[in-house]
């Protein structure tokens, strides 16, 4: 590999950890307080992805994308007002007016829009039920298995994860996620959490890079880069917080059947 090959691996690298600092910064500020602080921040996140992907998915009608963006955030913030587990079939209001007007792949805006809705009541959800530790868990079996990811993929390189629909991912990253999302995991475990932890750190792991290579899937078929240039050196807010949405809906799912692992016993 030629050595400005090699540069231009890593070319990226400035302003993606500035922009990460930031986002660390100010989403740990809202997991820590919690409450209205943290439900405003996921309202707000999730009214910019349903934008971003209403965008993609209908890009010669911005205006709409800005109005679904809009209802997305104004439904999340009733439902989770209303703190009813009726108001939560409000969830797919704005799924569906999506639907109704004419876009691309609109079955796939259907679902991933719905996913995103789920997902961001979910945050709220497990922040005031579970308290600190389960987003906190959640945040770092992301970040961390994408940290490694990241890094691993870029220095070992080696065979393609899924190459027809992101072609940037290896299996060398991937297992790397994993590992580190197992070593998140015991960490949890050595303040307390159950060793169940352990075991299913690494699943979250692979939950969010589905939610990842997902997005993928839309950008490609959308013809687009990025979901949106809001963030510097990430792309858009779907760029970001892709995997998050994987994570959080398996954590969600998951809790309906077993008790979450963060406490012994």
């Keep these: 590999m030629s050595r400005a090959a090699a540069s231009d691996r890593w070319n990226d690298l400035p302003k993606r950890l500035i922009s990460a600092l930031a986002m660390l910064a100010v989403g740990g500020a809202a997991i820590w307080w919690g409450g209205l602080v943290f439900a405003e921040v996921a309202v707000l996140v ?9 965008r993609m998915t209908a890009p010669d009608r911005p205006g709409d994308a ?12 009733v439902v989770l007002w209303l703190h009813s587990p009726f108001a939560l079939a409000l969830l797919i ?3 569906v007016l999506g639907l109704l007007r004419p876009r691309r792949d609109a079955a796939v805006f259907l679902v991933y829009a719905l996913a995103v809705m789920l997902a961001g009541y979910g945050l709220v959800a497990l922040r005031a039920g579970h308290g600190l530790g389960a987003i906190t868990w959640i945040v770092a079996v992301v970040v961390v298995s994408d940290i490694l990811g990241y890094f691993a993929g870029r220095l070992l390189a080696g065979p393609k994860f899924w190459p027809r629909v992101s072609p940037k991912k290896t299996w060398s990253g991937t297992v790397a996620g ?6 998140v995991g015991l960490a949890f475990v050595q303040v307390g959490g159950g060793w169940g932890l352990v075991w299913l750190s690494p699943f979250i792991a692979f939950a969010g890079q589905m939610g990842d290579i997902a997005e993928s899937a839309i950008k490609r ?11 510097p050196g990430h792309g858009g807010v779907l760029d970001r917080f892709d995997a998050l949405l ?16 963060l406490t012994e016993g």
């Design 46 to 54: 999730t009214g910019l992805m349903i934008w971003e992907l209403a």
């Design 66 to 77: 800005l109005g679904l963006g809009l209802l997305a955030g104004t439904v999340l913030a």
């Design 93 to 95: 209001v704005p799924p």
């Design 178 to 183: 994993w590992i580190g999302a197992a070593l």
């Design 221 to 231: 078929r959308a013809g687009v880069k990025d979901s949106s240039n809001l963030i």
């Design 246 to 261: 994987g994570a959080v809906l398996l954590v969600l799912l998951i809790a309906q059947v077993m008790p979450l692992p």
